[in-house]
């Protein structure tokens, strides 16, 4: 026999081998799908619950503790934020100019959003372009604080994220 031929026992060996590995790549994918399902119905769920915390300021940690003293239209002390969150005590500073990000994604959101709501003034409900941008300053006064807390509790909960565990110290309080 040549130096590096099969035997035929190993080449059934082989073929086995193989045999064993594509049942497994395709048991394998039909475990996958179902727990992709599953995930993927978690992850929907979980965006859900992340976006109400962003739209109620809540906590990013936790989703039960305010970030702000006051309401979220609330002019009274508009730009004063709680150190900790009151209910799992999580940091709303982890770092020095941590909130410049959410400037910078309130600005792209906002030049948007208004882009948008004066081509629809304009062009669709046919205003002047005097008459559009008038409308805009009402709507850019009466939300400018929540849009400011909306920046910054979007911020938190991309940067942070959930905790469940924080969520359970937040219930207990």
């Known amino acids: 026999m040549k130096k590096g031929a099969l035997t ?10 193989k045999r064993t590995y594509v049942i497994m790549i395709t048991v394998g994918a039909a475990v996958s799908t179902d727990l992709w399902a599953n995930q993927k119905k978690h992850y929907v769920m979980q965006w859900i619950q ?5 739209f109620n300021h809540k906590c990013a940690e936790c989703h039960e503790g305010d ?43 906002s030049a948007f ?4 709501f004066v081509m629809v003034l304009h062009w669709i409900l046919k205003l002047s372009l005097m008459a559009s941008f008038g409308w805009l300053m009402i709507v850019v006064a009466v ?19 959930f905790k469940p565990e924080k969520k ?3 219930k207990a309080k």
């Open 8 to 17: 035929l026992t190993n080449y059934r060996f082989r073929i086995r081998k």
């Open 50 to 54: 992340d976006a109400r915390a962003m």
């Open 67 to 109: 970030m702000f003293p006051t309401g979220a239209f609330s002019f009274n002390k508009p730009f004063d934020m709680h150190e900790r969150c009151p209910k799992c005590n999580a940091n709303y500073y982890p770092e020095p100019g941590f909130y410049y990000g959410a400037m910078f994604m309130s600005y792209i959101f």
């Open 113 to 116: 959003i208004i882009l948008g």
């Open 143 to 161: 939300f400018f604080v929540w849009w400011f807390r909306f920046a910054r509790a979007f911020w938190l909960n991309l940067i942070v994220g």
């Open 168 to 170: 359970a110290i937040a």
